[in-house]
Nanobody, 132 residues
């Protein structure tokens, strides 16, 4: 079974950057589509970005983070990163990574289209606070 652990969260000021890590164990993360979600206080968990598995390089982003966030992999470290730039107060929340086995012909966006229901493997989250 795929185990995921997020790290890198913290307190930053508006306009600053932060890089989150999602480190996998148990199985190779490359076999999985990996996505990042954010859950703001009192709100549902929302999809942000995803990256294809099985050697694919495709990515997909929600409109709220496109152009500011970048998702990428380091397969040697079995880790997927979320680089977050120009952070805003509305980016505050708990950030989760999630994985779903990648089927031939699928894209990660096809799983992300189902929101949190599109992914079966979850980490416990890392908190991010953007505040001056």
């Amino acid at each position: 079974q795929l185990q995921l652990v997020e790290s890198g969260g913290g307190l930053v000021q508006p306009g600053e950057s932060l890089r989150l890590s999602c480190t996998a164990s148990g199985l190779s993360a490359d076999r999985f589509a990996i996505a990042w979600f954010r859950q703001a206080p009192g709100k549902d968990r929302k999809e942000l970005a995803c990256i294809d598995g099985n050697g694919g390089v495709g990515t997909d982003y929600s409109e709220t983070v496109a152009g500011r966030f970048r998702i990428f992999r380091d397969n040697a470290k079995n880790t997927v990163y979320l680089q977050m730039n120009d952070l805003k107060s509305e980016d505050t929340g708990v950030y989760y990574c999630a994985g779903q086995p990648m089927r031939l012909g699928d894209t990660c966006g096809s799983y992300m289209g189902f929101g949190a229901n599109g992914f079966d493997n979850w980490g416990k989250g890392t908190p991010v606070t953007v505040s001056s």
